[in-house]
């Protein structure tokens, strides 16, 4: 941990004015080299799944100490970039640059629930900053330089530059949400199902899985149950969707295509999840219509699961995700489809990356559920966008392919050393 400024305490003051008492803010930003090296221009994408997968870690650890977060969407990049201090040129001179993503506000529950009781104003949490509390911390005094990833680039990649450019957030807008009344506390969240103990397990033996045993099933009722946890209840006011959905201050962009290759109780096949179900007929609409889109046999009935071509989809799975073999060899793997067009037209360029981000959030969910059901997942990042669209028919730009995802049996490298996580820090 580094100081990086010296804000006065008035400063600060007003800055976290607005929010519930104990509120702190917390702040990505990304390093497109540390993706560009290895990957080139793909390294955008990357670098947004990095940042949905960072929000939902974060959101998931506020839980387990009882507190809440938010995304402060409202604030432009400008702000952002500000409070964080990406914007100081001189600090990075001669160096791989920083982008700023984005923003969050962080409060204990308690601190809410007083909010509730008293007066109406202190009920209304704002998902923005004002301009004159930024300005007031940008001042300073900062400290530091960043230190240099690689000293030889060979190559570099304009178009990350460009497309960085592109989806920079210039419009400030100044979103509410509601803190009065109950918060909701559904017992399909990960800090209300299991114990804080539990849940830092799970969380600390995360790994991501290198190869699948192409044996390893899981029930329906498991399989469900995986999927119950990536719904983000959308009819729900924003603060009371299930965590770490309450964090997101939008309606769900991401939809789940479903190659199930061993899943005991339901028949092989390719299946799609519907995370808001009002948009079922954009995606019925958006792919071919000889689809059957019949709800998967024995699914809960708030669960919108359907069944779509039946059969062995594991070569296909393979195949759409760069040929890998962990894609088949699961127990189940999955496209994540994104409104592409729509949500682009109707919010700006700068949507580009949020939904990326929803697609990470997805993604850690997946991982530490996987992990809870005693088997393991790894993202998958190489697929063919095109070949994936045409697996469903998808002809234009309404529905687009983001990120892949897979779930089995692990088979460990024995090459590979593992310690416990954070062993420097233990002391014998």
Request: charge should be negative; include cysteine.
């Amino acid at each position: 941990m580094e100081l990086r400024a010296d804000c006065s305490p008035a400063a600060i003051s007003r800055l976290l004015a607005p929010f519930p008492s104990g509120a702190f803010l917390f702040g990505l930003t990304s390093v497109h080299w540390r993706e560009a090296w290895k990957y080139g221009e793909r390294a955008f994408r990357y670098c947004n799944h990095d940042v949905g997968h960072a929000i939902g870690s974060a959101r998931i650890a506020a839980a387990t100490l009882g507190w809440k977060m938010a995304l402060l969407d409202g604030a432009d990049q400008n702000q952002t970039a500000r409070v964080l201090g990406t914007h100081r040129v001189d600090d990075f001179s001669g160096v791989e640059p920083e982008h700023p993503d984005c923003l969050a506000v962080i409060w204990p529950v308690e601190a809410e629930a007083r909010a509730s009781s008293s007066s109406r104003e202190n009920q209304n949490l704002p998902l923005f900053l004002e301009e004159a509390a930024v300005t007031g911390v940008a001042v300073g005094p900062w400290h530091g330089k960043a230190n240099e990833l690689s000293r030889e680039h060979g190559v570099h990649w304009d178009v990350i530059d460009q497309v960085a450019e592109a989806s920079w957030k210039t419009s400030l807008e100044h979103p509410i949400v509601s803190l009065a009344g109950t918060p909701i506390v559904p017992p399909e969240t990960l800090h209300a199902s299991r114990t804080t103990d539990d849940a830092a397990a799970i969380i600390r033996q995360r790994r991501s899985a290198v190869s699948f045993d192409g044996r390893t099933s899981i029930s329906a009722a498991t399989f469900f149950h995986i999927l119950q946890r990536v719904m983000p209840r959308v009819e729900r006011p924003q603060l009371q969707r299930p965590m770490p959905w309450d964090v997101l201050p939008w309606d769900p962009a991401i939809h789940l295509m479903l190659f199930v290759h061993r899943i005991e109780g339901l028949e092989a096949g390719l299946y799609m999840l519907a995370r808001d179900p009002k948009k079922l007929p954009l995606l019925q609409q958006s792919m071919n219509p000889e689809l059957e889109w019949t709800s998967a046999p024995g699914c809960p009935n708030d669960l919108p699961l359907f069944w779509l071509l039946q059969g062995n989809a594991q070569r296909l799975a393979a195949q759409v995700s760069c040929q890998q073999g962990i894609a088949g060899d699961s127990a189940f793997s999955l496209g994540m489809l994104a409104e592409f067009e729509g949500r682009l037209r109707q919010g700006g360029a700068w949507w580009y990356p949020r939904l990326f981000w929803e697609a990470g959030v997805v993604g850690q969910v997946l991982y530490l559920e996987a992990e809870a059901a005693g088997v393991r997942g790894t993202g998958i990042g190489c697929f063919f966008d095109d070949p994936v669209h045409e697996v469903v028919g998808i002809k234009d730009l309404s529905i687009q392919s983001l990120y892949h995802f897979t779930v089995g049996g692990p088979v460990d490298d024995q090459r590979l050393m593992t310690l416990p996580p954070y062993h420097h820090l233990q002391h014998e």
